[in-house]
């Protein structure tokens, strides 16, 4: 079915930076939307943005300006540049095909801000 492994994650103060990586199979990868969802501990899992296969991007109204993805169809990977960091964009972050995610979750990647 593909796999999918995001990476990245970590704990940073409000405002900071944090750039995510995913590796996805090709059988899921090529052609199709990407898009990067997230988590917040009590909450249903939300897209954060997507992006087509030839690099336009398109995101969520809380993220807008503050976060970008970009993809790389050679490698099947790509990245969530995440800056101006806020306590609620704490979440366990996935990517997975959009905007209906039907590949099998990967583990997902934790993300906190807090000071």
């Known amino acids: 079915q593909g796999r999918l492994v995001e990476s990245g994650g970590a704990s940073v103060q409000p405002g900071g930076s944090l750039t995510l990586s995913c590796a996805a199979d090709?059988?899921?990868?090529?052609?199709?939307?990407m898009g990067w969802y997230r988590q917040a501990p009590g909450k249903q899992r939300e897209l954060v943005g997507s992006?087509?296969?030839?690099?336009?991007?398109n995101y969520a109204g809380v993220v807008n300006g503050r976060f970008t993805i970009t993809r790389d169809n050679e490698r099947n990977t790509m990245t969530l540049q995440m800056n101006g960091l806020k306590p609620e964009d704490t979440a366990v972050y996935y990517c997975n095909r959009a905007p209906v995610p039907t590949a099998a979750w990967g583990q997902g990647t934790q993300v906190t801000v807090s000071s």
């Open positions: 090709e059988s899921i990868f090529s052609g199709d939307i």
């Open positions: 992006v087509v296969a030839r690099g336009r991007a």
